[in-house]
């Protein structure tokens, strides 16, 4: 089993904070995800990175790679209450990239 | 399109008893995977395939069967249901596998009583 951690597990802030959501492992991935999941809804992806370094923004939400494509990170700038739900990441294997798997998730509420 | 779809939203099992959770997706994607969503947990993938006849399992399979006879469906089939079954079943599908978008269903909440 490849375990991605992710840190905070719980992180309150109020709008217009900045925040950084880490994903780490000692596994290697081929891929790299990060999701945003809704109660009572499935995961929406937000961004795949591939190459190790790799650095890509979407708005507010910027997304960077480890060197070793072991450990991922997620910043947000200035949050908004729209931001809040459940960021999970989630990592193709190495030896089989069919294979996804997903850490425990970092739970953000941002309050008005 | 629908995109993809699971049946049912929601259903009590019985200790022992069995069930087929139904997905389906239209978009003509080769990948498809179930997931199991423990409470306050990230997903963890119990089978998966790669086009129609060809599956393989992931993390955790025990317990759960799947067939894949079609592109479009790719029925989870809990035989003699236990307490630890209890979670929440999402299917998803991608085009591919590295790098692509999974498209995930709403996903089935199942409770084993």
């Known amino acids: 089993t490849q375990l991605l951690e992710q840190s905070p597990q719980f992180l309150s802030i109020q709008e217009g904070e900045n925040l950084t959501v880490y994903c780490n492992s000692s596994?290697?991935?081929?891929?790299l995800q990060w999701y945003r999941q809704e109660p009572g809804e499935g995961p929406v992806l937000l961004v795949t990175?591939?190459?190790?370094?790799e650095v890509k923004k979407l708005k507010r939400l910027t997304f960077q790679f480890g060197d070793a494509r072991k450990d991922s990170s997620l910043h947000i700038t200035a949050a908004q209450p729209g931001d809040t739900g459940l960021y999970l990441c989630a990592g193709a294997g190495l030896d089989n990239f069919n294979k996804f798997y997903f850490g425990s998730g970092t739970k953000l509420n941002v309050k008005p | 399109n629908a995109g993809v779809t699971q049946t049912p939203k929601f259903r009590i099992l019985k200790i022992g008893q069995s069930m087929t959770l139904q997905c389906t997706q239209d978009?003509?994607?080769?990948?498809m995977y179930w997931y199991r969503q423990d409470p306050g947990m990230g997903l963890k993938l119990i089978y998966y395939?790669?086009?129609?006849?060809?599956?393989d399992k992931g993390e955790v399979p025990n317990g759960y069967n799947v067939s894949r006879s079609t592109t479009e469906d790719f029925p989870l089939r809990l035989e003699l249901a236990a307490p630890s079954q209890t979670s929440v079943y999402f299917c998803a599908s991608s085009r591919l596998a590295v790098g692509e978008t999974q498209y995930f269903g709403p996903g089935t909440r199942l409770l084993v009583l």
């Open positions: 395939s790669v086009g129609a006849g060809i599956t």
């Open positions: 596994s290697v991935f081929s891929s």
């Open positions: 978009m003509n994607h080769n990948y």
């Open positions: 990175v591939v190459t190790g370094g």
